[in-house]
């Protein structure tokens, strides 16, 4: 059986040792409150229920799925999910980073990031429930009319109701334009809305006596395509005006789909008869509008991957000190015993610090940008609000999918670890690579969210924005750039940094010229641009520790941090020059392949 604990220390170094969250936070008015006891103190509780509650119903919620009743249209989660959910709500936990005018504890974003990854450490499945009404809570707050608001945000704040995203459709996916879901105003001012959505996670459940979901559909008049699309918030039950429950609306789960991963979490069909829903913004301007949930649900699923990947390298590195098998190349380590700890061999470590790595550089990534995230939301200089808002923009596809491949790689190798034992259930290594699978594909597949990045955060504007996270590094290199102990952290990065501007122009001449240049490079660019933030991230952190160590400091998590940054700039970074080299290999032989593909 797997085992889980909250990685507590290394998230308190990341706020308060690497970005000092709490003076960052005395800076907000919203937020001036939140000191670093008040941070810790919510995280170790929040540690308790991830690891005491979640976690144990992992393992089972994966074996036993959920159940859809077709007559009744109701769906059961795994035992004990709804129990563990009323105890989530009783602790307070939906609330912690909402509005206070709501209901909401008004912590920051960067204190629900920590809880998230615990919990989705814990039990990726379970956590979507509330994960998805979190980004519902996010697009009402942001779009939603006042009446919109008082109806529903205060019950998504305490939890007593859940939400969910309903966009894609069996034809279509990717390229929500093609959407067909239609809304006919009605002459009350709401609107009747029929048609199709598959694969809605969280779609049906027991937990709550409603569902809020926001569904992407079209008006009679709209214009064809992405500029036609308008959003709807449509309860399961409607809500009268005194905020009691009315009449079922005829939006149903009609099967759940049988999958190779998070069993425990609902995915639905859903057909919509004819419900009744209301706008939310303004007609035709449903995408932009649901693009708040979208934003927040791709750092949420870069999370989900930080989480699979912390866990399973905890259960990796004890069973390698644990299990025995053969002797070290380099002589006998363990005389007592009949062979030596799988350890001591160089490429399971390997695995593991490859593991180890990209859990660090992903937590330092999350909070980074839901530090950022914060600033955009509550920090009092425009300047910084609207700075910070265009960084996290071009993060967030890095986020999506840098953090979601590595942890396919890191999940991976977690498994491989384990030799046969990770391909048996028991274990628990299989299920948390099973479970990664779906983050490299939802909230828009990583292909998609590297042309996000290449196409539109950075040859969109010209590079802009990418050169302000540019200056960042820069800023770095100036400030430690004659430190001798830096030099292995700093000179990578500083190369690479350079590197980027002109492999980016380049790309961007090519692409003028023929867009599918962009297209066959856009992959390997993203996982360039995820390695230059994780190398500022990883050269950051090894600064603090450095510093440490030389004042004396004897705690040994400074040194093994030390080393997983020097593992990561030796054996991971390096990846960098192969990627340019295969980016810059170009279209035509893909694209000139008629032949071989018929
Ligand atoms: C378990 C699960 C849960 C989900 N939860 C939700 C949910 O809660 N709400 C919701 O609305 N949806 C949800 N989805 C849907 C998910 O977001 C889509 O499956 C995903 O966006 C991809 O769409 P698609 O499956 O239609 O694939 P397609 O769009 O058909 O894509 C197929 C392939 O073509 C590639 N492709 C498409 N267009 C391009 C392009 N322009 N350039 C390059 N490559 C391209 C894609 O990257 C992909 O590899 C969920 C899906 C699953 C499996």
């Not at 390695?531 to 050269?539: K, M, P, T």
Request: aromatic share 8%; with cysteine; proline share 5%.
């Amino acid at each position: 059986m797997p085992q889980y604990t909250p990685p507590l220390r290394d998230m308190q170094f990341v706020l308060h040792e690497v970005f000092k969250a709490a003076d960052e936070f005395k800076a907000m008015p919203a937020h001036a409150e939140v000191d670093a006891d008040t941070i810790n103190a919510v995280l170790e509780e929040a540690g308790k229920f991830a690891a005491g509650v979640a976690f144990p119903l992992n393992i089972s919620g994966d074996a036993e799925g959920c159940k859809l009743d077709s007559s009744t249209h109701e769906v059961t989660p795994p035992k004990g999910f709804k129990e563990a959910y009323r105890q989530y709500i009783d602790g307070g936990w939906p609330a912690l980073s909402c509005a206070p005018e709501f209901g909401g504890q008004g912590l920051p974003h960067t204190v629900n990031q920590c809880l998230y990854e615990m919990l989705n450490s814990a039990n990726q499945a379970w956590t979507m429930y509330p994960g998805l009404s979190h980004g519902a809570y996010e697009a009402l707050l942001a779009h939603g009319t006042d009446a919109q608001k008082k109806t529903y945000l205060p019950k998504l704040v305490s939890g007593e109701w859940t939400g969910t995203m309903c966009l894609t459709e069996p034809h279509c996916g990717t390229d929500l334009g093609m959407l067909r879901t239609k809304a006919e105003p009605q002459a009350d001012g709401s609107y009747k809305i029929t048609g199709n959505k598959i694969f809605i996670s969280a779609g049906e459940h027991d937990f709550t006596d409603n569902i809020i979901h926001l569904v992407l559909a079209r008006l009679p008049d709209a214009p064809k395509g992405s500029k036609g699309i308008s959003l709807f918030v449509v309860p399961k039950f409607n809500v009268n005006a005194d905020g009691s429950l009315g009449a079922r609306n005829p939006i149903y789960c009609t099967g759940l789909e049988h999958k190779m991963g998070i069993h425990g979490n609902a995915t639905a069909q859903i057909a919509i008869d004819g419900a009744i829903g209301t706008l939310v913004g303004q007609p035709h301007k449903g995408l932009a509008a649901m693009f708040v949930m979208m934003n927040a649900a791709r750092l949420g699923v870069g999370n989900q991957s930080l989480g699979l990947t912390e866990v399973a390298f905890q259960n990796a590195l004890a069973y390698a000190k644990d299990r025995i098998q053969m002797r070290s190349l380099s002589g006998t380590k363990a005389k007592d015993k009949e062979a030596d700890p799988i350890i001591v061999h160089p490429d399971v470590r390997k695995m593991l610090l490859t593991a180890k790595a990209y859990a660090e550089g992903a937590r330092a990534l999350q909070i980074f940008c839901t530090l950022l995230l914060d600033k955009a939301h509550s920090h009092p200089d425009e300047k910084v609000r609207k700075d910070s808002d265009e960084l996290v923009a071009l993060l967030t596809p890095i986020v999506k999918a840098f953090v979601t491949d590595n942890g396919h790689t890191a999940t991976n190798a977690c498994m491989q670890v384990f030799g046969g034992h990770g391909f048996i259930k028991e274990w628990g290594m299989e299920q948390f690579v099973r479970d990664n699978r779906i983050n490299m594909i939802y909230e828009g597949t990583n292909t998609v969210q590297s042309l996000d990045l290449l196409g539109r955060k950075v040859l969109g504007n010209n590079g802009a924005t990418l050169k302000k996270f540019g200056k960042l590094v820069g800023q770095l290199v100036a400030e430690e750039g004659v430190n001798e102990d830096m030099a292995e952290f700093i000179n990578p990065i500083a190369m690479l940094g350079e590197q980027m501007t002109k492999f980016t122009t380049e790309i961007g001449f090519r692409g003028f010229q023929n867009p599918d240049e962009v297209g066959a490079a856009a992959v390997d660019y993203l996982r360039v641009a995820g390695h230059l933030v994780f190398g500022y991230l990883f050269a950051r952190m090894a600064q603090v520790a450095l510093r440490q160590i030389a004042a004396g400091n004897s705690d040994p998590f400074y040194v093994g941090k030390l080393q997983t940054a020097r593992f990561y700039f030796a054996k991971l970074f390096p990846e960098t020059v192969t990627l340019m080299r295969t980016a810059r290999a170009g279209s035509k032989v893909l694209m000139d392949t008629d032949a071989a593909l018929a």
